[in-house]
């Protein structure tokens, strides 16, 4: 599977946690942390994805609300 470019230190431990727990694609992923809340955008290639992107970031982030705004797209 290969890495996409990172953007912020969020971004890369949040990819590489989603690598961990599980193979799915995800692309252009940027995790913006508030004060309060995660957002994360960008794509997935699947809904299983989308998922694995939201608990990798309330894995790092528990207190805060987490925003998945992923798009799920099909590769075709």
Known sequence: MPLQARTSPETDRCMDLI????SVVVRDLCVDV???SVVLTGRADSWHG???AT???RSM???HRIENLLEVTTVR
């Open 34 to 36: 508030g004060f309060e």
């Open 50 to 52: 989308k998922q694995v």
């Open 61 to 63: 982030y528990p207190k």
């Open 55 to 57: 608990s990798a970031a």
């Open 19 to 22: 690598q961990q727990l599980a």
